[in-house]
């Protein structure tokens, strides 16, 4: 839910001693036609496949889940969750098509119980569903903020 004064704010209350902390980054690219924007996206959807399932150790520390393909959201859109273990934050990364565009949304989260900013061992990632869900969500914004 937006507030224009105050920013984005969550649906659900924030539980007392609690900062739970969401990042949201989008980015769209316009090429010069429909096969290039195809282009762009398949080595994106290409990195998504070879890390979907995969643990990756030290210095990665990333967990990641199966990649998931995203109906009624542009020609062709992927998404993929992952868990980084040290740091206790998940990341829901998305890659559409739409027309000649590319549309790249990534929403980072975490809850950080009893904390301000910074992750802890007291500190959980956003679940898989609850993130992509949300992920899905803003994209549906996007793709209709930027379709009309």
């Known amino acids: 839910m937006r507030d224009p004064l ?21 980015k769209v ?22 890390f979907s399932g995969q643990t990756r150790e030290a210095p990665y520390n990333t967990k990641y889940g199966e990649i998931k393909q995203l109906s009624d959201l542009g020609d062709e859109a992927y998404a ?16 559409i098509v739409r027309g000649n565009a590319t549309i790249e949304i990534r929403f980072l989260g975490t809850d950080n119980k009893g904390r301000e900013i910074l992750s802890d061992e007291n500190s959980r990632p956003v679940p898989e569903e609850e993130l992509l869900a949300g992920l899905e969500e803003i994209a549906r914004e996007v793709v209709n903020g930027l379709t009309g």
């Open 6 to 26: 105050k920013g984005w704010t969550r649906k659900d209350a924030t539980l007392a001693g609690t900062f739970d902390f969401r990042s949201i980054s989008v």
């Open 29 to 50: 690219n316009a090429f010069q036609d429909h096969e290039s924007a195809l282009d762009d996206a398949d080595f994106m959807w290409r990195s998504m496949r070879e």
């Open 80 to 95: 993929i969750y992952n868990e980084h273990t040290v740091r206790h934050n998940a990341t829901a990364w998305t890659y």
